[in-house]
């Protein structure tokens, strides 16, 4: 499995930005797919979940800006990002819960002020 996130790139804050993740084979639909995120200097930091149910949830962080969904016609999951701050810049992963340890190289996003 690999896994690919892109659709970063430098923002302003308050700006908006959306994230798509693909993978090379058809798992999304099935699995617990998740977004991550790690800032220079800091650890991952998980942001936004989404179950094969639809279910999602949230850091708080992220919670009311960030809004995760899943396109099975496409095999793609999607962070969509509104009311960017300085604090989001990092590079975001996305992961598989079935596939713990795929992450692929992620995407930056860079918030401006």
């Known amino acids: 499995v690999q896994l690919q996130a892109s659709g970063g790139g430098l923002v302003q804050a308050g700006g908006s930005l959306r994230l798509s993740c693909a993978a090379s084979?058809?798992?999304?639909?099935?699995?617990?797919v998740s977004w991550y995120r790690q800032a220079p200097g800091k650890q991952r930091e998980l942001l936004a979940t989404i179950t094969s149910g639809g279910n999602t949830m949230y850091a708080d962080s992220v919670k009311g800006r960030f809004t995760i969904s899943r396109d099975d016609a496409k095999n793609t999951v999607h962070l969509q990002m509104n009311s960017l701050k300085l604090e989001d810049t990092a590079i975001y992963f996305c992961?598989?819960?079935?596939?713990?340890?795929?992450w692929g190289q992620g995407t930056l996003v860079t918030v401006s002020s």
């Open positions: 084979v058809i798992i999304f639909r099935a699995n617990v």
């Open positions: 992961n598989v819960a079935a596939f713990k340890s795929v």
